[in-house]
T-cell receptor, first 113, second 113 residues
């Protein structure tokens, strides 16, 4: 069984600063993928970034990077140069093989001007 | 239209009404999903369709009835709902069923009176 844990229900960050959102996972699958989604107040889940378990390098997409530490089973999301539009819920998720994608409980990020 | 679309975006219905939610994906994907997102609860997977065949039903009450006429369209038929069914219903699609990146629609906010 897969499990995703997000321990930060809410986070604040100053505009233009970097912020790290924590995510730990547990799985017995040797091959899996890790995802981060952003959900603004409008409701849509927006795919941000993906990391495969066998990828050698940490994934990056613009201002988003995934700090993947396999031995620690963590997949933290780093947002650099925060913007007011980054205020939203952020969900960590994982999937592997034919396992369904499992989502964490989310972290609410608020960017302060 | 691109991506995943959902209609209606908002729906208010009485407990005796019958309504349907529609989802359409323009990504050429073969798998489609229905999720329920209630306040302060993790995202709940309801149904999975792969190549038009239902591959997963997560113990969803029979008052929710999915239909997938083709790989691009997914419906959720609602009848005799309860107030606790009020939630955001999200549709998603992926290339194939499994742990792949899912792309979500904007959701339908449902209120059952």
């Amino acid at each position: 069984a897969q499990k995703i844990t997000q321990t930060q229900p809410g986070m604040f960050v100053q505009e233009k600063e970097a912020v790290t959102l924590d995510c730990t996972y547990d799985t017995s699958d040797p091959s899996y993928g890790l995802f981060w989604y952003k959900q603004p107040s409008s409701g849509e889940m927006i795919f941000l970034i993906y990391q495969g378990s066998y990828d050698q390098q940490n994934a990056t997409e613009g201002r988003y990077s995934l700090n993947f530490q396999k031995a620690r089973k963590s997949a933290n999301l780093v947002i650099s140069a925060s913007q007011l539009g980054d205020s939203a819920m952020y969900f960590c998720a994982m999937g592997g093989g034919y396992q369904k994608v499992t989502f964490g409980t989310g972290t609410k990020l608020q960017v302060i001007p | 239209e691109t991506g995943v679309t959902q209609t209606p975006r908002h729906l208010v219905m009485g407990m005796t009404n019958k309504k349907s939610l529609k989802c359409e994906q323009h990504l050429g994907h073969n798998a489609m999903y229905w999720y329920k997102q209630s306040a302060k609860k993790p995202l709940e997977l309801m149904f999975v369709y792969n190549f038009k065949e239902q591959t997963e039903n997560n113990s969803v009450p029979s008052r929710f009835s999915p239909e997938c006429p083709n790989s691009s369209h997914l419906f959720l038929h609602l009848h005799t709902l309860q107030p606790e069914d009020s939630a955001l219903y999200l549709c998603a699609s992926s290339q194939e069923r499994g742990g792949e990146t899912q792309y979500f629609g904007p959701g339908t906010r449902l209120l059952v009176l």
